[in-house]
């Protein structure tokens, strides 16, 4: 499963790619919880086992997906 996230005044997003056994309810409440607070912080495991932040207040949208695949091209 992957999460692709907006943050505001950045021009990219961020997509992360989660471990296959995330449980997608949990990723939703995280995002629930940080989403529009000025302190609370998304904290999200990849993967491989590295950790990414985003504050709250940043985030524009989330978008979750099942796989990311490895999309070359124009695809």
Same mark, same amino acid.
């Given at each position: 499963?992957?999460?692709?996230?907006?943050?505001?005044?950045?021009?990219?997003?961020?997509?992360?790619?989660?471990?296959?056994?995330?449980?997608?309810?949990?990723? /939703?409440?995280?995002?629930?919880?940080?989403? #529009? $607070? *000025?302190? +609370?912080?998304?904290? &999200?495991?990849?993967? /491989?086992?590295?950790?990414?932040?985003?504050? #709250? $207040? *940043?985030? +524009?949208?989330?978008? &979750?997906?099942?796989?990311?695949?490895?999309?070359?091209?124009?695809?």
């Amino acid at each position: 499963m992957y999460i692709r996230i907006g943050v505001t005044n950045h021009a990219h997003e961020i997509l992360v790619q989660l471990p296959d056994n995330t449980d997608r309810r949990s990723v /939703k409440d995280s995002v629930d919880k940080s989403i #529009g $607070s *000025n302190t +609370a912080t998304l904290w &999200l495991t990849d993967a /491989k086992g590295k950790e990414v932040a985003v504050l #709250g $207040s *940043n985030i +524009a949208f989330v978008e &979750l997906g099942p796989d990311a695949g490895n999309p070359i091209g124009f695809g």
